[in-house]
């Protein structure tokens, strides 16, 4: 699967990026408004071709490289749902997600992924932005799939349900298939984290992690203007007590080998996540360096998109890009 282009706008920390990588796509131009996920972008990749501006102001006449690729992609920041429909940041992630499909028009892909939340692909709140969609691209010749994923199912330890529009040229579009699962039992939080658990001499990291033994409740980056890194909303926070971890708040470095690990006596004797693992909870590689201060860490990586989920979606895409094309229809 080689040969196909992209652009991904809201690159974030490079998560569904990687996963298009892995998939054989070579990026032509990834941009996001944050300095330190661009940042992030520059250490992992230098060769990438990485611009730190908003997608709002940005004009991909300035920028012919990102004319004619092959696939569009947007990990965008997640829609609220219609409880806070008339809050500030709610309407300005909806915003992105329709400058998202505006530049379809310039850019020409032969294929669009935007992932976003669940509900985005059938809940009745969002019926707004797929008829937008629908509205917008139809005309220019795309089919469209909307569906729901879990990471858990791409061999993600954690339960992370993600909202997928793909739309696909028609001449390519009756290849296209969303992604089946490619693991057939869920890996677990001890599984995932074992091996960092014990890396500074804990004893008790093999008798944690059995007792971690699902996978991880959604983690969630949270907004930059609220609160510093935790692990989630308090039904999340109750899951991870129950595998003897404390979620109010992600820990500086693992349990050295005097840390007593006792869920009973509280919080303070239940382990905490660090960012480094909470990277491996969602699928980023150990060498995947996300720069910045420890909260801006852990937001970049709660906010990304898991790259075995992206290298599924990636692979889904290119082989029906890499199907003999339907002749267009006449007329």
């Not at 939080?189 to 991880?216: C, I, T, Y």
């Not at 303070?268 to 996300?290: C, H, R, Y």
Request: hydrophobic share 40%; with cysteine; aromatic share 6%.
């Amino acid at each position: 699967m080689e040969g196909l282009t992209f652009v991904d706008v809201c690159s974030g920390a490079g998560g569904l990026a990687l996963g298009l990588e892995r998939a054989g796509f070579e990026p032509r131009l990834l941009l996001d408004d944050d300095e330190l996920a661009v940042t992030t972008l520059r250490t992992n990749r230098p060769q990438w071709n990485v611009l730190h501006t908003d997608l709002l102001d940005f004009d991909p006449a300035e920028h012919p490289v990102s004319h004619d690729v092959d696939l569009l992609a947007a990990g965008l920041p997640r829609v609220k749902s219609s409880a806070t429909v008339g809050r500030a940041d709610s309407r300005a992630e909806e915003r992105l997600l329709e400058a998202a499909i505006y530049l379809v028009h310039a850019i020409r892909p032969r294929a669009v992924l935007i992932e976003n939340v669940p509900g985005l692909a059938h809940a009745e709140e969002y019926q707004r932005f797929r008829d937008f969609a629908r509205a917008e691209l139809a005309h220019l010749g795309y089919e469209f799939s909307w569906f729901v994923l879990n990471a858990v199912d791409f061999g993600v330890p954690q339960n992370r349900k993600q909202g997928v529009l793909v739309a696909v040229k028609r001449r390519w579009a009756d290849a296209f298939r969303p992604p089946t699962p490619t693991v057939s039992e869920p890996q677990t939080v001890g599984e995932a984290l074992a091996e960092s658990m014990a890396a500074r001499g804990w004893p008790d990291a093999a008798r944690w992690a059995a007792q971690a033994d699902q996978p991880a409740p959604t983690l969630v980056g949270g907004s930059k203007n609220r609160g510093g890194a935790d692990l989630g909303p308090t039904g999340a926070k109750r899951k991870w007590a129950t595998m003897g971890v404390n979620a109010h708040t992600v820990g500086n470095e693992v349990p050295g080998p005097d840390f007593v690990w006792d869920p009973r006596l509280g919080r303070d004797n239940m382990v905490k996540i660090t960012v480094e693992q909470a990277a491996l909870l969602q699928g980023f590689p150990g060498s995947w360096e996300v720069r910045g201060l420890k909260t801006a860490r852990y937001r970049q990586i709660g906010h990304a998109t898991p790259p075995p989920v992206g290298q599924a979606l990636g692979r889904a895409v290119a082989e029906a890009l890499h199907e003999a094309p339907q002749p267009p229809a006449a007329g």
